[in-house]
């Protein structure tokens, strides 16, 4: 199938420290793209990339697609990073998208 | 700027009732689509479009229906409502081959009572 498994499912951090946040999937992908979304609102778009790492602000993505797999840091955490985090990643071929459950993340002072 | 706009953004509707939800993108990509998100399910997708008069069923389509009738525009059609399709509904549109990449509408709350 197309599952795509996120972990950890929550996360608390004290603000200042960095989150490791996995995604895996069970089939082949062309992309994963990463999305935050607060609570009641819509999906942000964070990062996508097919392969290798890509980085904004304190932001990295890392795909190992071979793998199936690729992971999200945040250094440096900050209040307004809290959130749910999601991992979608393509299929080679389509364009549809198949998402994870999600990470949330809860930054406090 | 690119965006994607959904109408309306809060819906009540009744059990048997038709319901229509909106979506419009100024994004000009040729691919759109139509997720509901809910709790312990996460976003699953119900149908989408590969371009104006295309329509496809995605993983959850029974009780949908879709319509594209225009580049710009992406419906969401309950024909009879029913309790059980209460979620958040959120429109995407995406890039062309190889762009792979999706953008979001705001998302629609629908209630059905």
């Known amino acids: 199938g197309q599952q795509v498994q996120q972990s950890p499912a929550s996360l608390v951090l004290q603000e200042g420290e960095n989150a490791e946040l996995q995604c895996n999937f069970s089939?082949?992908?062309?992309?994963l793209q990463w999305f935050y979304q607060r609570p009641g609102g819509s999906l942000v778009s964070l990062l996508s990339n097919p392969s290798g790492t890509k980085h904004t602000g304190r932001l990295t993505s890392t795909t190992v697609t071979k793998e199936r797999r690729g992971s999200l840091h945040i250094s440096s955490s900050q209040i307004t990073d809290s959130g749910t985090y999601l991992c979608?990643?393509?299929?080679?071929?389509?364009?549809?998208?198949?998402f994870g459950k999600g990470t949330s993340l809860t930054v406090i002072p | 700027e690119a965006a994607v706009t959904q109408s309306p953004r809060n819906k009540v509707a009744v059990t048997g009732g038709k319901v229509t939800l909106s979506c419009n993108q100024t994004n000009n990509h040729n691919n759109m689509y139509w997720y509901r998100q809910d709790t312990g399910h996460g976003l699953r997708l119900i149908h989408y479009?590969?371009?104006?008069?295309?329509?496809e069923k995605g993983d959850i389509p029974d009780g949908y229906k879709a319509s594209r009738p225009s580049q710009e525009n992406f419906s969401l059609i309950l024909e009879l409502a029913t309790p059980s399709q209460t979620s958040v509904y959120f429109c995407?549109?995406?890039?062309?081959?190889?762009?792979?990449?999706?953008?979001f509408g705001p998302g629609t709350r629908l209630t059905v009572l």
């Open positions: 479009s590969y371009g104006a008069g295309s329509t």
């Open positions: 995407a549109s995406g890039g062309d081959w190889g762009g792979y990449e999706q953008y």
């Open positions: 089939s082949t992908a062309t992309r």
């Open positions: 979608a990643k393509s299929n080679t071929g389509y364009q549809n998208f198949y």
